[in-house]
């Protein structure tokens, strides 16, 4: 079994700053994709941020500038530096990787539980 874990999340005023991380965990042959997604109410989920293997980052342009994310390979671990906050960045914020388990002859896509950002003054 994999499990991907996120914490960070919490309330913040406008303009201010939070780190989020996800571990991914279990019998994992390897992780190639990292990404980050987020929900608001009453929207469908979008792409925040994703990193490969190597290093290589996408942005969605709303967060460009504002937002870093990163990850550690070694501990299976990404990780969103989120700046310069703004009211519409609240969301649930949900961490993604595409992976391999050992023993399975193909890679899937799996999603943490979620960890809510509340901006807000």
């Known amino acids: 079994q994999v499990q991907l874990v996120e914490s960070g999340g919490g309330l913040v005023q406008p303009g201010g700053a939070l780190g989020l991380s996800c571990a991914a965990s279990g019998s994992i042959l390897g992780i190639y994709t990292m990404g980050w997604y987020r929900q608001a109410p009453g929207k469908q989920r979008e792409l925040v941020a994703t990193i490969t293997t190597g290093g290589s980052t996408n942005y969605a342009d709303s967060v460009k500038g504002r937002f870093t994310i990163s990850r550690d390979n070694a501990k299976n671990t990404v990780y969103l530096q989120m700046n310069s906050l703004k009211p519409e960045d609240a969301a649930v914020y949900y961490c993604?990787?595409?992976?391999?388990?050992?023993?399975?002859?193909?890679?899937?896509?799996?999603w943490g539980q979620g960890t809510q950002v509340t901006v807000s003054s």
């Open positions: 993604n990787a595409d992976l391999q388990q050992i023993g399975v002859p193909f890679r899937a896509t799996y």
